[in-house]
């Protein structure tokens, strides 16, 4: 394992719900890695920031509407006392936030660690969001009803780019995303299954052929599967190598 930095990678999460934290991140490779002192979590209870006598969070939306906002008093407070380091980035998980990608992951894992809020109800409060300058990231083109499943996405994404982390190093730069194109399939014992084999190239020994392999596939899965991300690949490419990018080699 590669020692862990001196300064370990941090997430601090502001949710109504702490209890959901560290869930699925205990387990596993996120759970030994935090267990072993490689990142750390603080889950923060935004209800902790309220002020009244019932401790409200929400309120009806301005205008008119169904649902309930989160008050920007009460989570620009809780934000506040969360004392971040200004070099930390303060992310709101939000279905119109930037998407995630496995780049945008990177950086986040070669930073300190976010600030993370979690919204619920309807959303929170705009003035909030622009006062305190969050950074709104989307998983996806879907709705969930709170940010928290996001947020555990977002960390166990990170965290597993850590260093020590991950067994081998190899694991974490050669899959989906870490060269803009989708894995190749993988294949393991028992050699029949089914009646079907595993592809003869794989159990041949020859690392260039079986490379290659892997590398034709990974390019006619991508083409196939998302053509933004095979059009992107081929920019690259093409700015990288100053030719034209090669069609997939399963192209006619
Ligand atoms: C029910 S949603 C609010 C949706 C909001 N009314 C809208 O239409 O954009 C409640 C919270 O879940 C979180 N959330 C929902 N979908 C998400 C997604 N795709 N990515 C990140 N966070 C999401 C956000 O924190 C959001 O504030």
Redesign the pocket.
Known sequence: MTASPAAPWRATVLTLFPEMFPGPLGVSLAGRALTGGIWSLEARDIRASATDKHRSVDDTPAGGGPGMVLRADVLAAAIDAADVAPERPRL??????RPLTQAAVRDLAAGPGPLIV???????DQRVIDARELIE????D??????EI?ALVLIDACVRLLPGVMGKLESGTDESFSDGLLEYPQYTRPQLFEGRTIPDVLTSGDHAKVAAWRRSQSEALTQARRPDLWAEWQTREQSRTGQKAPKSTTDG
């Open positions: 709101l998980m939000s279905p119109r936030g979690c919204g619920r109800f309807e959303g929170i990231v989307s998983i996806g879907y709705v969930l009803s709170g940010g996001a």
